[in-house]
């Protein structure tokens, strides 16, 4: 279930990361209307959220929020890099 | 006000940054390594192989403890965990300190047979340098790491406060823009991975909350010792009958601990005045079952095998504390928490070292003549090579001396921990020599150079190299030489963007060299 919670947190990067208008000029090369940006700011919040409780489903309130934190970190990591890669790119 | 308040702290944050950072760095290198410790242990005693078996391994302890120290005051054997194989057991004699039982520890392996395993120190090392340091009194080491890790939290709330768009830069990371690339780097390392620093760094001190707070303690009892009684337990040692008895299976106590903790294993065992008619066995829990790493402590009689009133049940203060310092050192992580904690612990040290970096090319562009920088510019610069890529050369040197001085040497634990300062202050001591644009890159090239080493030298030396451990699937030395050779792959790569970089600092704010100091 760990691969599960890490995807649900990179798809919620993902969308948070997109949702703001610096990435979207960097990464997508446009800027998105501020309805579809709120959209996925909201989207990219229920993945965080959505990870954080399937890692308490998983384990428990305490070990869960522990893993939850570094599998977050980890997430945020991955969508940072990958953005600057992509951002570089362009 | 507001501007004002932000530039106070931005001051605070570079000044506490710059003058912990270099021990800060050597706090959160040697800290991410003892996540692994048992495992940085098990490769440093090769000779030791098989598969674990508690109770098989104590008894094989106490029957060689029964023949080398009959008349010793105590004796003690940390049992495997589930990340290690063997048992370690070693006795004080009377009038020993605690640091001196290093010198008649012995190895048992899951067969109850004592190996003769090279002499090392093993993750322990490190695992001790992360707090204690080396060389000086380990309660200087333990109040200098204090007071760094007090900075490091006023490093972190400054931080965030002198952070000026903490949720706009989330994931900004721009590469090949000079100063303005350490800074998103110095941002990412902190802000992604801010849960974790602000654990670590509050726990850290209260892992050692009792030095430098002893007060409450001292409030409450007449002596250290009373407060040690009271928290162990009414049975603490016991007097000497002058009577010989035997001491009854330890095989039969192991289980019953095991039982009053539903199947937890237990992690330690201690026998006091063994031998004698009045000596106790205390079993301690393991700590790989809860977060709470203080597991529970139960006292047998040693000639009968029966188990004594129940110890005392703790309160909500002392499970706190329990799980705060459980919360930093990780026991109880299973593997895959483990590398998370670890990744965190490596986001610290790049946090650490780009901010150190950071300083230097942020004031590069402010000298009077970038050619010519003022002393402490260059100390800063050269203390940052001598530490950023030194230390781990010098970790690098650690493990190498564990596969190449011989095993018979006296002395040979205390001669690997030199080789990690040797090598660390070989190549700090040439940084201070070459000019500094070389020295990163040279420094960084000798630091891979040594990571790759490690394997390759494992692999001639031993019979464990890495690809024999392929074959028989040995996880932790497959891992142990990966982590090697990917450390390798990341100094090279770090040498290489050094090297790749354009000459000199240009006159022109604006087009600043590009990336790595």
Redesign the interface.
């Known amino acids: 279930m760990?691969p599960l919670c890490l995807l649900t947190a990179i798809a919620g990067?993902t969308a948070?990361?997109l949702g703001?208008g610096?990435?979207q000029r960097d990464v997508l090369g446009t800027s998105l209307s501020a309805r579809a940006s709120r959209r996925l700011k909201a989207l990219g919040w229920t993945g965080l959220t959505a990870s954080f409780v399937l890692a308490i489903v998983r384990d428990g309130p305490?070990?869960g929020s522990?893993?939850a934190?570094?599998?977050l970190?980890?997430s945020?990591?991955t969508?940072?890099?990958v953005?600057?890669r992509l951002?570089?790119r362009r | 006000m507001k501007g004002s308040l932000r530039q106070s702290m931005a001051f605070l944050h570079t000044w506490a940054g710059l003058l912990f950072g270099w021990l800060l760095l050597l706090v959160f290198v040697t800290g991410t390594t003892a996540y692994f410790q048992d495992e940085i242990t098990r490769w440093m005693q090769p000779e030791i192989t098989g598969e674990r078996d508690l109770t098989a391994s104590a008894q094989g302890a106490v029957d060689y403890l029964q023949r080398h120290a009959q008349g010793a005051e105590a004796w003690s054997i940390q049992l495997p965990d589930a990340r290690s194989v063997a048992a370690m057991g070693y006795w004080k004699e009377k009038g020993e300190t605690f640091l001196q039982w290093r010198d008649h520890a012995f190895m048992v392996n899951g067969r109850g047979e004592v190996v003769d395993a090279r002499d090392t120190t093993g993750g322990w090392l490190l695992y001790r340098l992360h707090f204690d340091l080396h060389y000086i009194p380990v309660q200087w080491g333990r109040w200098i790491v204090g007071v760094a890790a007090m900075f490091m939290l006023v490093a972190i709330v400054s931080g965030v406060i002198t952070h000026k768009k903490i949720f706009a830069d989330f994931f900004t990371l721009r590469l090949g823009k000079g100063q303005r690339s350490w800074l998103d780097a110095h941002n990412l390392g902190a802000v992604l991975a801010l849960p974790f620093h602000l654990m670590i760094t509050y726990t850290g001190l209260v892992t050692l909350q009792r030095v430098y707070m002893p007060w409450g303690i001292t409030a409450a009892y007449a002596q250290t010792s009373d407060y040690q009684r009271a928290l162990a337990g009414p049975d603490g040692l016991p007097t000497r009958s002058g009577r010989v008895a035997p001491m009854a299976p330890i095989a039969g106590m192991l289980a019953q601990a095991r039982q009053r903790w539903q199947g937890a294993d237990p992690g330690f065992v201690a026998v006091l005045l063994p031998g004698d008619a009045n000596a106790v066995v205390r079993i301690t829990r393991g700590t790989a079952v809860s977060m709470a790493t203080r597991g529970e402590t139960v006292s047998f009689d040693a000639t009968t095998g029966r188990m004594r009133s129940p110890p005392p049940t703790h309160g909500a203060a002392a499970l706190t504390e329990s799980v705060m310092v459980g919360l930093h050192a990780g026991r109880y992580a299973p593997l895959a928490l483990r590398w998370l904690y670890v990744a965190c612990g490596l986001l610290g040290c790049a946090m650490v070292a780009t901010g150190l970096v950071l300083w230097t090319a942020k004031r590069r562009l402010q000298l009077p003549d970038p050619n010519r920088p003022h002393v402490g510019f260059r100390l800063v610069e050269r203390l940052n090579v001598a530490t950023i890529a030194g230390l781990p050369f010098g970790i690098a040197t650690y493990f190498l001396a564990n596969r190449l001085l011989a095993t018979g040497i006296p002395h040979r634990a205390a001669w690997e921990a030199n080789a990690l300062f040797i090598g660390w202050g070989v190549l700090a001591l040439y940084a201070l020599l070459r000019p500094v644009r070389r020295a990163w890159v040279e420094a960084m090239a000798a630091a891979a150079l040594a990571y790759l080493a490690v394997p390759a030298v494992n692999a001639l030396t031993t019979s464990r190299g890495l690809w024999p451990s392929l074959r028989q699937g040995d996880g932790v030395f497959v891992a142990f030489d990966m982590s090697m050779l990917a450390t390798a792959a990341g100094f090279a790569f770090a040498a290489w963007r050094a090297w790749r970089r354009p000459p000199g600092p240009t006159p022109r704010p604006r087009q600043t060299p590009k990336a790595l100091a």
């Open positions: 760990m990067f948070l990361c703001m610096r990435h305490a070990l522990v893993y934190l570094g599998e970190t980890l945020a990591l969508v940072a890099l953005a600057s951002a570089s």
